[in-house]
């Protein structure tokens, strides 16, 4: 990759649902997209639904750690590092009634929208952070302090008020 930063958006969940129609939606629009997901055969029919659009399919189970950095590893090289990450990889199978939903079920879409996010997103920074860029300045805002008129206050049962910032007055 040259030193210039390519925009390349990593959507994972890229098969189905809202992570597929972003994945497709972005490559149509001219912007390099990695789209991630199980294999599946809605993963194989992305590519083609792509048609000449900028996309690349990458096979993944987002809460494998060794595939995942693999996986973001690869695409890097091929497409260039994330300058974003969408994380759509999410089950609703396992929800209903507690009574009726099978623990095992739920157990592994909690997986997947729990620690497939955190792993994605840990794979993706590391290619985000400087090391990988070289020097680039962030920018850190510090918001404003409210006015006092502004301050969001808690009324507690002896009418004394405190400022979320902590002061307290009677």
């Known amino acids: 990759m040259s030193g210039e930063?390519?925009?390349?958006?990593?959507?994972?969940?890229a098969s189905r649902g809202v992570g597929r129609l972003l994945g497709l939606h972005?490559?149509?629009?001219?912007?390099?997209v990695v789209a991630m997901a199980r294999p599946s055969d809605d993963m194989d029919s992305l590519a083609r639904d792509a048609g000449d659009a900028r996309l690349t399919a990458v096979a993944v189970d987002v809460i494998d750690p060794a595939a995942v950095r693999a996986a973001f590893t690869a695409a890097a090289k091929q497409v260039g590092p994330p300058t974003t990450l969408i994380t759509c990889a999410g089950s609703i199978d396992a929800l209903g009634p507690v009574a009726e939903v099978d623990p095992d079920r739920w157990w592994s879409a909690v997986a997947v929208d729990l620690r497939g996010t955190m792993l994605t997103a840990q794979a993706a920074l590391t290619?985000?952070?400087p090391s990988h860029w070289g020097p680039h300045r962030h920018r850190v805002r510090q918001p404003r302090r409210p006015r006092a008129a502004e301050r969001l206050r808690l009324r507690s049962g002896q009418s004394r008020r405190r400022s979320v910032y902590g002061d307290a007055r009677e």
Request: aromatic share 10%; charged share 15%.
């Open 26 to 32: 972005l490559a149509r629009r001219q912007t390099s």
């Open 127 to 129: 290619w985000m952070l």
């Open 5 to 13: 930063r390519a925009n390349a958006v990593y959507v994972t969940g």
